[in-house]
């Protein structure tokens, strides 16, 4: 099955700095990449995806990137603000397989105000 | 924007003895999930229900694990026999359609004692 690694799994940033996190997945079947935001005492919740034929997405303040011949894909968000403390949550899928997601490890994320 | 609903929270039981948890997906969805996340370890998928059954389940949900849609409303989760293995965050999620935002509920922490 497939098999999802995270690094680093704490991050500590100074606010207005950028902060990059990194996955690597081991099914090269795989076709789906979310990242989820999980804030204290809540569920994960989706930020941005990428699907396979796309190599980088951004939405504001946040951009992934993906390449899929290195099986890795990694988060970027600048200009932090404190808000954006969490733990971050990369996934990877296929959207055909009834959305079964395989989740890394995590990483928390503390912007210092 | 809506939301995936689980109760109870926190449910605490003697090991041997059966839980139920409970979600109520977004109404005008169709697919839903069961993940569970044991204390700093990822989040793992359980099993995905589709059409009134199981469309796929992993190596975690064995025998003692079952989900039923009661109703129009509810999703559950039924736990025959807790081990304290079984002591998790259970997240519940769903999703409109393939290749659609999956939305993930609060969870429901269970502590098997």
């Known amino acids: 099955g497939e098999n999802v690694e995270q690094h680093p799994s704490t991050l500590s940033v100074q606010e207005g700095d950028s902060a990059v996190i990194k996955c690597t997945y081991s099914?090269?079947?795989?076709?789906?990449f979310p990242w989820y935001k999980q804030e204290l005492g809540k569920g994960p919740q989706l930020i941005i995806d990428?699907?396979?034929?796309?190599g980088e997405k951004k939405d504001q303040r946040i951009a992934v990137t993906l390449n899929k011949t290195a099986k890795h894909f990694s988060l970027h968000i600048t200009e932090t603000q404190p808000e954006d403390s969490a733990v971050y949550f990369c996934?990877?899928?296929?959207?055909?397989?009834?959305?079964?997601?395989?989740f890394g490890t995590g990483t928390k994320l503390q912007v210092i105000p | 924007e809506p939301e995936v609903t689980q109760t109870p929270s926190h449910q605490v039981t003697q090991m041997g003895q059966e839980v139920i948890l409970r979600c109520v997906p977004i109404?005008?969805?169709?697919?839903f999930y069961w993940y569970r996340q044991i204390l700093g370890q990822k989040v793992e998928f359980l099993v995905s229900?589709?059409?009134?059954?199981?469309?796929?389940k992993s190596e975690i949900f064995d025998d003692q694990f079952s989900v039923e849609r009661p109703d129009g409303s509810n999703f559950t989760l039924k736990i025959r026999s807790t081990k304290l293995e079984d002591s998790a965050m259970y997240f519940c999620?769903?999703?409109?359609?393939?290749?659609?935002?999956?939305?993930f509920g609060s969870g429901t922490q269970l502590s098997v004692l």
């Open positions: 990428i699907r396979s034929n796309v």
């Open positions: 999620a769903s999703t409109r359609g393939l290749g659609e935002k999956l939305f």
């Open positions: 109404s005008n969805h169709l697919y």
């Open positions: 099914d090269s079947a795989s076709n789906y």
């Open positions: 229900f589709y059409n009134n059954e199981i469309s796929e």
């Open positions: 996934a990877a899928g296929s959207p055909g397989g009834y959305q079964k997601v395989t």
